[in-house]
Structures are given as structure tokens and as C-alpha cells.
């Protein structure tokens, strides 16, 4: 079957990247990462605990999150 399809740039990248560590054609290296890719096995979603109380740190607030994490890591330096 031939067919045109657009590709995102990030997809033909990793196509590309392919290509070169295999020495493969565009179209062997498709076939073969399709194929591969639809005998997957779905995975199955991954049920997360929920816990109680409330969160120590508003993850939202990305410039909080990392002065703490940086005041940790100094800390944890500053151990013998």
C-alpha cells in the first residue's frame, strides 16, 4: 500500500535516529517500528495510593518547589 503521511518533527527525529543506528530504509525502519508498536501489549493503568492529610508542598508553585529542594540538598552537603 502507498500512502502520504505528515509527520510531527520529534516523530521523523526519532525515525531518522533509527535509520542511523540500523542502516535501515525509511520504509523498513517504519514497517518495523509499526509492527513492533502494534504487538504491544497495553499497559495497564497503575491505581495510586490516596493519602490522607494535605500535601507539604503545592507542586503548582514551581518556585517554591525548587528553593526548597535546593535548601535540602545545601543542607544535606553541609553534613559530615
Same mark, same amino acid.
Given at each position: 500500500?502507498?500512502?502520504?503521511?505528515? *509527520?510531527?518533527?520529534?516523530?521523523?527525529? *526519532?525515525?531518522?535516529?533509527?535509520?542511523?543506528?540500523?542502516?535501515? =530504509?525509511?520504509?523498513?525502519?517504519?514497517?518495523? *517500528?509499526?509492527?513492533?508498536?502494534?504487538?504491544?501489549?497495553?499497559?495497564?493503568? %497503575?491505581?495510586?495510593?490516596?493519602?490522607?492529610?494535605?500535601?507539604? +508542598?503545592?507542586?503548582?508553585? %514551581? =518556585?517554591? *518547589?525548587?528553593?526548597? +529542594?535546593?535548601?535540602?540538598?545545601?543542607?544535606?552537603?553541609?553534613?559530615?
Amino acid at each position: 500500500m502507498r500512502t502520504t503521511v505528515t *509527520l510531527d518533527p520529534d516523530v521523523e527525529a *526519532l525515525i531518522e535516529a533509527e535509520r542511523a543506528r540500523t542502516g535501515e =530504509s525509511f520504509k523498513d525502519a517504519i514497517n518495523r *517500528l509499526l509492527r513492533r508498536a502494534a504487538r504491544r501489549e497495553p499497559t495497564a493503568s %497503575v491505581e495510586l495510593p490516596r493519602l490522607e492529610g494535605r500535601p507539604l +508542598l503545592d507542586v503548582r508553585d %514551581v =518556585s517554591t *518547589l525548587l528553593t526548597v +529542594l535546593d535548601e535540602e540538598r545545601r543542607a544535606q552537603r553541609a553534613l559530615p
